[in-house]
């Protein structure tokens, strides 16, 4: 028989550490800045919505956080994840490189967002909290949340952007088979909601105003954000440590590793555990043509939210109330990106690409006849970049991260399959005005 | 830790043969008739539309048929499938029994369908054949061939039943995403389809007449089917015999073995390997209360197709032109069963039991909330009865098969979840009449 197609691991491999790259950053880490005072936010500006168990992990400079072992139980129940080698797709593009993946989408929400629902409801329900509320757009990070909740004895509460909700009924009925309440938002459960009434399709940023206000006013209720921050990408670094192994078990080390970047979560959880390592090793990520971040927006503080109600952040940034155009790969349309990532970025470490959506499409389906896996359109993006490394002609090994399964985006292969998918161009214009609407903070050196 | 939640097996534990339990069978085998001539068919009645690589299996004496190594290598793509200890859901019953399930979930097509999908595709292709053709009823038959036919470089042509095609649109562009072409049945294509255009939500007798007619017209077209004969059967054993290996892995031996069943196959492919190694175990063929051949239909030779196309075969059946009642269950919407199934039924080495649509809901949300993975409608069934099983107070080991998820079914778990499901009764009337509509044929002793 040919060489593996899969790699396993055994359940004793799930890593027993996160790994914490704050200390591997190159220079001082900047300070998150209080939204009020301007000035450096502490662990006290976030432990109305937070529990002190996340929160030490947010602000921890150690090199390495254990595990908590009901966290390690709860994994099991989809992880180790396996690693394929893409020996078809490799075929099929008749291609010199030896291609991996490491696939997220066996866990029960169908993507890597359950390595951080797992621990953050974990921590929720050790400090005694009752109840957990989150946004949630296209459904991913809500769905993740809830089955999360219901290993853990939670209460969930999401709010899901009013479109999405409209268009993608099966991810709320997903949340409620794990016994999550959703809310249409705008609601009127919240004033947040109340006052936004009449943007009836919502926003990203609404239903965040609506979580987090829901949570503030509740001492039994925290919130729950699903990317971008320090200990959310934190948890997600089981996805890297387990591809080493597997890697090793395959006799490979990767000459490129390659991830989508929306928030950051997998990207980071994927490549991180290779820089800890200090592997020499080329990092590309990639975003979406019609909302690039790491290509085309400025490195500045910016709020993580829409209404500014969050710490400002040092990132990448379109502007906090830029609003991407529509594409279908929900998880990608981000104005900002996590500061770990985009620190990293900036020192020139890691590459950034932006792909049209139709290209990734087309990445996406070449990748479905070959390999049977329908990938969602969020690593598309990735198999779009994957498919442009491994056609130099050159030898070499490509790993990248499939994070999630399509079944709940088949209409967006439907619109691909007829013609009918849109190449949406962002607004220069748009673009100017949000950034003329930064807020007024310390210039990054 | 405690003790584990998954057994995996590598690669080369996928087995290297199937188990044909013809020659384990009570009683010398039925033949199938001919519909024409009322005598035993012979493999030339079936040369038209079935290979005869194929039809060689069909028709096989021998206990054991070596598994192609092309269809074992595509076979990796996905197996072998984890083989799960519930712990949580023993927790959540208060229970003394040990659960096992095995999950065929895994599979790019989301069911254990592929495993005869596969080498359906691989002997087509082996005999030069260009297409295959087949009919679908909820998507899941047709999905996993659109998927094996892109793995084989098969064109493949699906006749939906439309009221499925209108509702489950989504099931559809899976299939074009692997590059099948998918028909609205009735359709214009055939002179069947033309014939029917009256009835047009379709029927799964009608898109069978369709497929087949396609198939017996273009002599590089085949058709395929994805239950109910003993080549598909044979093929899902792959199922059960990984089963028994990870079950040794556990240092179990069950004392019930539960699966549902509709045509059969995912039921077979699970418990023949058992009772090929002869265990003293109690045997569950759970079915919906709406279509109960097992419990309710009579033993005698029937057509397997509404129309009267296919051989006459002995099996449980409420009446070829029986149409059961609309459950979400699709799956297991067929008037009849496998043969192979019956005879281990009327023996009384298998146990029938029929549930109600709602009690299957009930059962697999309470499945969800404590083990992650959404069950389909199907395999609900299957976990209505482990929790009867489980909650008779004995210790006991229980194995179920966890045959698909449900990732396309949560219209139905929102239905159930808003108290809108219903349990339909199948009419006693329509079922006598149906009967008297048997077609003349040899009783059977």
Redesign the interface.
Known sequence: ??E???F?L???AIPTHWINLVPDLPGEPLPPLSPRTGQPAGPDDLTPIFPMGLIAQEVSPEPEIPIP?PV??AY???RPTPLFRAH?LERALGTKARIFYKYEG?????SHKPNTAIPQAYENAQAGIRKLATETGAGQWGSSLA?AC??FGLECEVFMVGSSYDQK??RR??M????ASVHRSPSDRTEAGRSQAEHDTGSLGIAISEAVEVAAQDPSCNYALGSVLNHVLLHQTVIGQEAIAQLEEADARPDVIIGCVGGGSNFAGLVFPFLRRGDDVKIVAAEPAACPTLTRGVYSYDYGDTVGMTPLMPMYTLGHDFVPPPVHAGGLRYHGDAPMVCALVRAGRIEARAYKQNETFEAA?RF???????PAPEPAHAIRAVIEEASDGEEKTILFGLCGHG??D??A??AY?AGRLEDPEFSEADLDAALARLPEAPAIA
């Open positions: 028989m040919p593996s197609t899969k396993l055994p359940e004793d072992d390690r139980e099991k129940l989809w078809r066996v866990s029960p929400a169908g089955f219901s290993l009924p099966y009925s997903m409620e088979t794990w016994g389906v479905a006849r070959a390999e049977g896996i329908i079944h709940f088949l209409a292969y439907d399959l």
